[in-house]
């Protein structure tokens, strides 16, 4: 005990140390008070370092100096924070979703950094409505006669119930009682909504006669849940949109549609299974459908409803809509993202879930080459392959739909692929990439071609972490 007394007596004085020029240029940097701070945490973690032997000596200087400057930045880098996505998966909800396209961004940014008409009528120099600002835009890409926005599309579905079914019953067929993820359930979100559950048919099979027998005096709606986070083969029937509203409106009920991932346009251009868009639902006589906004859409989180004028005023009379609203930067994203709906062939080029998903398997084999060749302009000691792989969409779209596609594999002599892994995701920039065979995969698909530099700076310093000095 007395070595380490002795030890700890070469601690710095505070003050003293506080005067150093190199801690008097970060405290210009940040403040005096957070760099007093940083020191006595420091301090304090050498001196418990110290006391548990851990460490035998004080350490210099310019190494407390370092852990000062470290502890700071840490303290004030940001939890929230961009990564680069390695995956393949388009739609990685722990990723964030959607990436917003650059006009939305801009959008975003313009809107937030001052004051806006949010809830301001310019012609008629009052108060309006926030809604108003996606109205006539999205009654021209669906056809709606209005429209409602809210957080996400749970609450979405929850708000539509609670409005028009509250202590009614709704018909659900049993194949559509799904977890929407995260363990949200369309059966609980009925029940907190008011809504009485009236399940038919079985698992695997629905007529339409199971839903005609159901209803009753205490019937408030009939519902259909699109099951776009699975799939049941084999021996199955469901019935469709049109012939559940046909049912509905004879017996002067809604059918509310939840179609979870909202598509705008056609998806089987791109290759993909066949999806309902919100067109066509509505089309076929859905009251009322919802879906999301950050899924194949490619905006923001948000919850979508769009139908009947009659059935949306009521929502925006409800109460339960003040705690589900949403702000001015999601309203500002989706305005954005919807204004490239209204040509298709500028949503493709514009919004970032598009492009990925209409990426080939020759383009992403393109696109491994030019990263190859980024790769190698700093000779780094890595070794590189193009591999073929299997990209998701993700974000409980297309469960069972896999896209062929193309990554390239690195390898670092010394190094294992989860070491690799490891420091790729701790690196300032993470990035998050997929191991195969034993090797790191970069997943094109959902790498921009502006970040392969970013890259080959991190797999840089990577490799100066593990090779010995010359």
Avoid at 43 to 50: F, I, P, T, W, Y
Avoid at 104 to 114: E, L, N, Y
Avoid at 134 to 151: F, M, P, Q
Avoid at 247 to 257: E, M, Q, R, T
């Amino acid at each position: 005990m007395k070595e380490k007394q002795r030890v700890l007596s070469r601690l710095p004085k505070i003050d003293v140390f506080l005067a150093r020029p190199n801690v008097v240029a970060l405290a210009d940097s940040y403040s005096a008070a957070l760099v007093k701070e940083a020191l006595q945490a420091v301090l304090h973690q050498v001196r418990q370092a110290v006391l548990t032997g851990l460490r035998m000596e004080i350490p210099e200087n310019e190494e407390l100096e370092a852990m000062i400057s470290g502890h700071l930045k840490k303290r004030e880098a940001f939890r929230l924070r961009r990564l680069i996505n390695g995956t393949g998966t388009v739609l990685h909800t722990n990723l964030g979703r959607s990436v917003l396209s650059e006009a939305a961004c801009r959008h975003v940014a313009a809107v937030a950094g001052c004051y806006s008409n949010l809830e301001y009528n310019l012609e008629a120099g009052s108060r309006g409505s926030r809604y108003s600002h996606l109205t006539d835009i999205l009654r021209e890409l669906t056809g709606a006669e209005d429209v409602l926005v809210v957080n996400n599309n749970a609450a979405a579905v929850m708000l539509a119930l609670n409005t028009l079914i509250s202590g009614k019953e709704v018909i659900i067929s049993r194949g559509e009682l799904v977890e929407i993820g995260g363990k949200f359930r369309i059966p609980e979100v009925i029940e907190h909504s008011g809504g009485i559950i009236r399940e038919v048919g079985t698992t695997n099979k629905t007529h339409l006669s199971d839903y005609n027998k159901a209803v009753g005096e205490r019937t408030g709606a009939v519902m259909k849940v699109h099951t776009s986070n699975y799939h049941i083969a084999g021996f199955t029937e469901s019935v469709g949109a049109d012939e559940l509203s046909g049912l509905a409106h004879f017996h002067g009920v809604p059918l509310i549609n939840d179609l979870g991932s909202g598509l705008l346009l056609d998806m089987t251009r791109f290759g993909l299974p066949y999806e309902p868009t919100v067109k066509e639902a509505l089309d076929k006589g859905c009251d009322i459908v919802t879906f999301s906004g950050d899924k194949l859409l490619g905006g923001p989180q948000a919850g979508i409803i769009v139908g009947k004028t009659e059935y949306i005023e009521a929502m925006k009379q409800n109460q339960l809509l003040r705690a589900l609203r949403v702000d001015k930067m999601t309203i500002a994203a989706l305005e954005a993202t919807f204004r490239s709906y209204l040509d298709e062939d500028r949503a493709v080029r514009e919004i970032p879930v598009l492009q990925m998903l209409s990426l080939t398997r020759e383009e992403a084999y393109a696109k491994c080459e030019r990263f190859m060749q980024i790769l190698q302009e700093n000779t780094l000691p890595v070794a590189t392959e193009i591999v073929a792989v299997t990209d998701m969409v993700g974000g409980g779209s297309y469960p069972e739909y896999e896209m062929p596609s193309y990554a390239v594999a690195v390898t670092i002599e010394g190094m294992s692929a989860a070491e690799m892994e490891r420091r790729l995701r701790e690196a300032e920039s993470p990035v998050i990439v997929r191991v195969q065979h034993d090797r790191v995969c970069f997943a094109v698909r959902t790498i921009n071609e502006s970040e392969f530099p970013v890259i080959r700076k991190i797999l840089n310093n990577v490799c100066r972490d593990v090779l010995p000095a010359e």
